[in-house]
């Protein structure tokens, strides 16, 4: 691929820019570092590890990150109220690929004050295969409540309770009671503000509320809020194969 085609890919401009970037001498590929100024410079991009002002960028066909959202963003492009969670993010980035529909996309999303693992990409299929509700792909949440917790509540979650938008009762895959305030819920769908509704309809309320994990994959301790990270091929691999089960999910959060 065309040097200025790579760039181009993987979200520093339009083509012109790009082309310009590299004819100003701003652009270094290979170990060397040193400049390439041919924009029509061919380079095999797989495992392609290049320099755009001084910055190192390795080149991905595809984007897969994990980020640690922290409260106060909107999963947006366009927020009403809060900033964007994709302001977190650098801006190649954001602007992938070019056209409408640029950048990474937030795979599902979470409130403003919600806290917790956010995946992103540009793989459209990936989005689908962890969003649609016929993958049950468990999602675990940490919520602390208002009210301590009891044996009815826990029940009436897991044997489901209806909410005011749909006739249909909908229950948790797992949950349990980590603490009297403290409640690990596993969901597979994503209905608005379900975590709070359903906690809610069971006479409690939702206090602040984090997701600790999706999948396979749990969100360490050693991301901190507002940071974010590429994905490694397993652990997209892990996210695409066939979904653990809750209680594997929910085991998973107890050992991160």
Request: glycine fraction near 10%.
């Amino acid at each position: 691929m065309q040097l200025q085609d790579i760039l181009f890919s993987q979200g520093f401009g339009t083509r012109r820019i790009c082309s310009g970037l590299v004819q100003q001498g701003l652009v270094s590929v290979g170990e060397d570092s040193s400049p390439c100024t041919d924009p029509s410079a061919l380079f095999e991009e797989e495992g392609l590890v290049f320099r755009v002002q001084g910055e190192v960028w390795h080149y991905h066909a595809r984007a897969y990150l994990l980020l640690h959202k922290p409260a106060g963003y909107e999963c947006s492009q366009k927020p009403s109220t809060y900033p964007s969670v994709y302001t977190l993010l650098p801006g190649p980035l954001r602007q992938r690929g070019g056209g409408a529909a640029a950048g990474v996309q937030a795979v599902g999303r979470l409130d403003q004050d919600t806290t917790g693992l956010l995946l992103l990409s540009d793989d459209g299929k990936f989005i689908h295969r962890l969003t649609s509700p016929r993958h049950h792909v468990p999602k675990v949440y940490e919520a602390q409540v208002k009210h301590p917790l009891d044996a009815r509540q826990i029940g009436r979650l897991l044997e489901g309770v209806v909410l005011d938008d749909d006739p249909q009762p909908v229950k948790a895959e797992a949950c349990e009671a980590v603490s009297e305030l403290h409640l690990r819920l596993t969901l597979t769908e994503g209905k608005y503000h379900q975590v709070k509704r359903m906690v809610a309809a069971v006479g409690n309320r939702v206090e602040g509320l984090h997701r600790s994990s999706i999948g396979a994959l749990v969100l360490s301790p050693e991301l901190k809020a507002g940071q974010w990270r590429w994905l490694t091929a397993a652990e997209v691999l892990a996210l695409t194969q066939k979904a653990p089960g809750a209680a594997s999910a929910q085991q998973a959060a107890r050992q991160a």
